[in-house]
């Protein structure tokens, strides 16, 4: 921004933000219900850590490319009935890693998930905490064992779980 605005610019940095007349909650549906909801396409720093959750957790993935890599999808997915999959799940990972680079980001996904009623677990990164609350709001992990482990949790303890769902919404 500073170099844009020494070039004369009137530069800004907006935050980041969701659009809750679309990113909202939808009824569950029964073909959508599963533990654990992954929607996106598939990339190489994704692979280890979907498929870990597949082998452990009932799995419902959703995207392109995952065939490639031996993981089944339900091919994709728009819309309400996106709404729909997240709130028949009972918890949604978010994978902050940069396809591209060995670098992590905030991805819009972190809000519009919750906006839609999930109840995310994403990758711990400081910068999530401008929007989201880890523990409070978000479930944040840092490994792939980690990440296996607190789904596990949260799904043995449904009463927390639902807490963090209703708290980041």
Known sequence: IVKYNELG?????????????YFRPLPSFEKHKTDVLIIGRAHPNRIEYVKAITERFDTR??????????????G???????MHALNSAKIVPVFL????????????SILDFPASGALLITNYLKDVETYLSFGKEVIGFTTKDDLISKIEYYLSNPEEAEAIRKAGH
């Open 9 to 21: 610019a009137n530069a800004g940095l907006l935050p980041m933000g969701t659009n809750e007349k």
């Open 61 to 74: 993935v959703y995207g392109e490319g995952w065939e490639d890599y031996g993981i089944s999808s339900f």
């Open 76 to 82: 994709t997915i728009y819309g309400d009935e996106t």
């Open 97 to 108: 890693n940069n396809p591209t680079r060995e670098s992590m980001y905030v991805k819009t």
